[in-house]
């Protein structure tokens, strides 16, 4: 995903000579190509994202588009006031990219763990967010923001994500992966891969499973999500993200209130209470959250049960 982030900001900024790039001080073997071909464009501001996050709305209220990245939590939880107050509320033309969304950064322990963020994210007055779920919406989506005008989040995984379905039409729409009534999958993410994974052992089973992507959880197109899902007799959200503040909060909002609707099972990382240190591979990490196929086909079975 990261490097198909900087092969595609530096297409943009082939075509527009105000686009900026600034990073803290990481992204080696992965931002150099936009650093060499766009040198007076081009920042690294040290490990102070503070710094960072001023800047760039700075840069950008003097006319430019400016796009700052680093790894999950410290683009946007540790410079989250300069954000707020300098960014959204001045409509600054500022695009946060937080690579490592999720586990991604799972052995490096809950510093880099980004569980939160597009909650956060979403609070803050002004913001688009965007999640993508494989390499053809993070092209779609770093071309969208680098033109909007506005304030935007894209939270990138890492790499080596596959494809997940066709050609990217409309980004701020759900995009169906996999065709199915029943029950209908609304993933977030790369997270989408163990949703196609679940559909096919659920159909399996006999059971009908649509799979659709979400990648603008704001604005959400709550007509066309609603769309997404006509007919289903099982709703569920699953995103490598808590359900608070996530795609799962901003879908059951927006069916709330709906006189008829199906039910709405929402998966997710579990919040946790006390003193918790976890480290792992992704996989390690989200199979022990109970976000495993097996455990996302039982709980889809459960919720189907209780119909």
Same mark, same amino acid.
Request: hydrophobic residues 40%; proline residues 5%.
């Given at each position: 995903?990261?490097?198909?982030?900087?092969?595609?900001?530096?297409?943009? #900024? +082939?075509?527009?000579?105000?686009?900026?790039?600034? !990073?803290?001080?990481?992204?080696?073997?992965?931002?150099?190509?936009?650093?060499?071909?766009?040198?007076?464009?081009?920042?690294?501001? *040290?490990?102070?994202?503070?710094?960072? #996050?001023?800047?760039?709305?700075?840069?950008?209220? +003097?006319?430019? @588009?400016?796009?700052?990245?680093?790894?999950?939590?410290?683009?946007?939880?540790?410079?989250?006031?300069?954000?707020?107050?300098?960014?959204?509320?001045?409509?600054?033309?500022?695009?946060?990219?937080?690579?490592?969304?999720?586990?991604?950064?799972? /052995?490096?322990?809950?510093?880099?763990?980004?569980?939160?963020?597009?909650?956060?994210?979403?609070?803050? =007055?002004?913001?688009e967010v965007f999640v993508p779920c494989d390499p053809m919406?993070?092209?779609?989506?770093?071309?969208?923001?680098?033109?909007?005008?506005? =304030? +935007?989040?894209?939270?990138?995984?890492?790499?080596?994500?596959?494809?997940?379905?066709? #050609?990217?039409?409309?980004?701020?729409?759900?995009?169906?992966?996999?065709?199915?009534?029943?029950?209908?999958?609304?993933?977030? *993410?790369?997270?989408? +891969?163990?949703?196609?994974? %679940?559909?096919? &052992?659920?159909?399996?089973?006999?059971?009908?499973?649509?799979?659709?992507?979400? /990648? !603008?959880?704001?604005?959400?197109?709550?007509?066309? @999500?609603?769309? #997404?899902?006509?007919? %289903?007799?099982?709703?569920?959200?699953?995103?490598?993200?808590?359900?608070?503040?996530? $795609?799962? @909060? $901003?879908?059951?909002g927006a069916f709330a209130g709906d006189a008829q609707r199906?039910?709405?099972?929402?998966?997710?990382? =579990?919040?946790? *209470? *006390?003193?918790?240190?976890?480290?792992? /591979?992704? &996989? %390690?990490?989200?199979?022990?959250?109970?976000? /495993?196929? &097996?455990?996302?086909?039982?709980?889809i079975e459960q919720s189907l049960a209780r119909r």
């Amino acid at each position: 995903m990261r490097t198909t982030f900087i092969e595609s900001l530096s297409q943009a #900024a +082939s075509e527009n000579p105000d686009i900026w790039l600034l !990073c803290g001080d990481l992204g080696y073997s992965v931002l150099e190509p936009f650093a060499a071909k766009f040198p007076e464009r081009y920042l690294n501001v *040290g490990v102070a994202e503070q710094n960072m #996050a001023g800047i760039a709305a700075g840069i950008a209220l +003097s006319g430019k @588009t400016v796009f700052i990245y680093s790894i999950g939590n410290f683009p946007t939880l540790r410079c989250l006031e300069q954000l707020r107050n300098d960014v959204c509320y001045h409509g600054a033309d500022v695009k946060v990219v937080a690579v490592g969304a999720g586990y991604a950064y799972g /052995s490096q322990g809950y510093t880099h763990h980004a569980l939160e963020d597009a909650g956060i994210m979403s609070m803050l =007055p002004g913001i688009e967010v965007f999640v993508p779920c494989d390499p053809m919406e993070v092209r779609a989506a770093t071309r969208l923001i680098a033109t909007s005008g506005k =304030p +935007s989040y894209l939270r990138l995984s890492r790499q080596g994500e596959p494809n997940l379905g066709a #050609a990217v039409t409309d980004l701020r729409k759900p995009r169906v992966l996999r065709e199915g009534r029943e029950v209908v999958i609304l993933a977030s *993410g790369p997270i989408a +891969s163990r949703a196609l994974e %679940a559909a096919t &052992e659920l159909a399996g089973r006999g059971r009908d499973v649509g799979v659709v992507s979400i /990648s !603008c959880l704001k604005p959400l197109d709550e007509t066309a @999500t609603r769309d #997404a899902v006509r007919g %289903a007799s099982l709703i569920v959200t699953l995103e490598e993200h808590i359900l608070r503040g996530g $795609l799962f @909060t $901003l879908v059951a909002g927006a069916f709330a209130g709906d006189a008829q609707r199906p039910p709405i099972t929402g998966i997710g990382i =579990p919040e946790q *209470g *006390g003193k918790t240190s976890h480290a792992g /591979s992704r &996989e %390690a990490l989200l199979d022990a959250a109970g976000l /495993s196929v &097996e455990a996302i086909v039982a709980r889809i079975e459960q919720s189907l049960a209780r119909r």
